[in-house]
T-cell receptor
Framework: GAGVSQSPSNKVTEKGKDVELRCDPI?????LYWYRQSLGQGLEFLIY????????KSGLPSDRFSAERTGGSVSTLTIQRTQQEDSAVYLC???????????FGSGTRLTVV | DQQVKQNSPSLSVQEGRISILNCDYT??????FLWYKKYPAEGPTFLIS???IKDKNEDGRFTVFLNKSAKHLSLHIVPSQPGDSAVYFC?????????????WGLGTSLAVNP
C-alpha cells in the first residue's frame, strides 16, 4: 500500500482482556518497528523486526506483550491481560533495509478501562 | 539512560518569529540525525535530517544545525506559522545495515500563536 496501515484506529477494552493490534507496513519494507506513546510521554521502543532475523524484543515492558510478523509483512502486537497502564497510542513504522528514516502509521489508541 | 535528550518539553512562539528546538546527545557513534513532526491523532512524519559530516542542512523554512563537538543539534523554523504547532521529535541513527536503529528524544511540543 501507499503507507503504513494500522488497525483498529481506536480500541477500548476491559482490564484483564487480551487485545491484538495490527500493522500493515509499506510493501517491500524489510524493517518494522512497534512503539508506544503514553499520555505526555515520548516514543517508547517496543520491538523491531528486520527481515528473517530474530526480532529485537528488548523494549517489551513485560511478558504480557508479544509480537509476530508473518511472511515478512503484516505484524500483530498482542497484549495479554491488559492493565490500565497499557493505555497508550501504539505506533507502527516500517523502513527499507538500512534506511535512516521510518514511515509511521497513524497508530492505534488503546484505552483500558 | 536517555542518549537523545530534548530538555524543553514545550515551547511557545509568536507567528512570524523564529522557533528553535534543541536536542542533545551522548553517543558519539550517532552518524545521522532526523527531526520528525507529530500532530495529534497522527503518526510522526519525517521533517528534515542531517548527516554527521555536515553542520547545516536547510529546507525552506526549516534548518537543522549540528555541533558535533558539543553533541548538540537544533531545528530552526523561520518564520513560524500556526500550522507548525506540533510535537517535534529528535532522533539519532546508529549502526549499520540490518542493525541500524533510531534512538528517540521525548519530544518538544511547539505552539505557534497567531
Amino acid at each position: 500500500g501507499a503507507g503504513v496501515s494500522q488497525s483498529p484506529s481506536n480500541k477500548v477494552t476491559e482490564k484483564g482482556k487480551d487485545v491484538e493490534l495490527r500493522c500493515d507496513p509499506i510493501s517491500g519494507h524489510t524493517a518494522l518497528y512497534w512503539y508506544r506513546q503514553s499520555l505526555g510521554q515520548g516514543l517508547e521502543f517496543l520491538i523491531y523486526f528486520q527481515g528473517n532475523s530474530a526480532p529485537d524484543k528488548s523494549g517489551l515492558p513485560s511478558d504480557r506483550f508479544s509480537a509476530e510478523r508473518t511472511g515478512g509483512s503484516v505484524s500483530t502486537l498482542t497484549i495479554q491481560r491488559t492493565q490500565q497502564e497499557d493505555s497508550a497510542v501504539y505506533l507502527c513504522a516500517s523502513s527499507p533495509t538500512g534506511s535512516y528514516g521510518y514511515t509511521f502509521g497513524s497508530g492505534t489508541r488503546l484505552t483500558v478501562v | 539512560d536517555q542518549q537523545v535528550k530534548q530538555n524543553s518539553p514545550s515551547l511557545s512562539v509568536q507567528e512570524g518569529r523564529i522557533s528553535i528546538l534543541n536536542c542533545d546527545y551522548t553517543n558519539s557513534m550517532f552518524d545521522y540525525f532526523l527531526w520528525y513532526k507529530k500532530y495529534p491523532a497522527e503518526g510522526p512524519t519525517f521533517l528534515i535530517s542531517i548527516s554527521s559530516i555536515k553542520d547545516k542542512n536547510e529546507d525552506g523554512r526549516f534548518t537543522v544545525f549540528l555541533n558535533k563537538s558539543a553533541k548538540h543539534l537544533s531545528l530552526h523554523i523561520v518564520p513560524s506559522q500556526p500550522g507548525d504547532s506540533a510535537v517535534y521529535f529528535c532522533a539519532a541513527s546508529v549502526g549499520a545495515g540490518n542493525n541500524r536503529k533510531l534512538i528517540w528524544g521525548l519530544g518538544t511540543s511547539l505552539a505557534v500563536n497567531p
